[in-house]
């Protein structure tokens, strides 16, 4: 399974994007703001997005969030970094919140998060199940 998260707007508080699987879009991301690390940018904890590059997901269980969720292994500079739940930008230290874009709440906002979350694990173990590797790439 291959995921892309296309990077499409960037504000002082996040960064959106277009969640593709295996070329579909479903899904929008809000991460924190992009500080361009891959180029050289500075890192702040807990207020910086992942690197761009491609990354192997493996579905493990959270204890913070008591469940099972998307975890991408070997980001450089982070450590737990998983795809979850949640609205804005400080719901997030460095992950990946997946949801739907609504206009609710305009910029640096999704919505509908959980229901998202939970359809993009389900296509995961699926795609585990019959031994499918996932990965994600940052663009």
Known sequence: MYLQ???TSFTNK???SKL???GTEMF??????DRFLEAGGVKIY???????????IILSYSNRFKAILPEILNVSQFTSI???WGNKAEDSEGCLLAGKKGSKQGDNWIEQSRDAVIELVL???AAEDIGEEITIEIV
């Open 5 to 7: 998260s296309a990077r």
């Open 14 to 16: 996040s960064t959106e």
């Open 20 to 22: 593709f699987v295996n």
């Open 28 to 33: 929008s991301v809000l991460e924190d703001v």
């Open 46 to 56: 807990g207020e910086t997005a992942i690197p761009r590059g491609i990354y192997t």
């Open 82 to 84: 998983r795809i979850h």
């Open 123 to 125: 296509l995961m173990q």
